[in-house]
C-alpha cells in the first residue's frame, strides 16, 4: 500500500504561483511514477505531468509545459508541483497519484488539494 497526503493549495491570483506537495509513505517507491492530475468542477479530471521516481524522468500536459515543473525529493519521499504563471483555468482540485512502473493504472491516490486563481 502507498499513502499519498497532498499540501500546498489555496487562493491565488491570475500570474501567481503556488507550489504542492505530496508526501508518500507505505513502501519503497524507487520503482514507481508519480503524477499529477487535476479534475475541475464539471470536467473530467486530467493528467497534468508525471515523474518516474528512480530516473527522474519528467512528461507534461501541453496545458502546463513551461510553467509548472514536476519534481521529488527522495529523502523526503516527496513530490512537488511547482506551479507558476497560474490562470483562472487552472482551477481545480489537484490530486498526487502513485502506479508501479509496470502498470499503465495509478492505482493509488491521494485526498486532493484546492487551487482557486482569481482573475
Known amino acids: 500500500q502507498v499513502q499519498l497526503v497532498e499540501s500546498g493549495g489555496g487562493l491565488v491570483q491570475a500570474g501567481g504561483s503556488l507550489r504542492l506537495s505530496c508526501a508518500a509513505s507505505?513502501?519503497?517507491?524507487?520503482?514507481?511514477?508519480m503524477g499529477w492530475f487535476r479534475q475541475a468542477p464539471g470536467k473530467d479530471r486530467e493528467r497534468v505531468a508525471t515523474?518516474?521516481?528512480?530516473?527522474?524522468?519528467?512528461d507534461y500536459a501541453a496545458f502546463v509545459k513551461g510553467r509548472f515543473t514536476i519534481s521529488t525529493d527522495n529523502a523526503k519521499n516527496t513530490v512537488y508541483l511547482q506551479m507558476n504563471s497560474l490562470k483562472p483555468d487552472d482551477t481545480a482540485v489537484y490530486y498526487c497519484?502513485?502506479?508501479?512502473?509496470?502498470?499503465?493504472?495509478?492505482?493509488?491516490w491521494g485526498q486532493g488539494t484546492q487551487v482557486t486563481v482569481s482573475s
Open positions: 497519484a502513485a502506479r508501479a512502473d509496470f502498470s499503465y493504472d495509478y492505482a493509488y
Open positions: 515523474i518516474r521516481w528512480r530516473d527522474a524522468s519528467t
Open positions: 507505505g513502501r519503497t517507491l524507487s520503482s514507481y511514477s
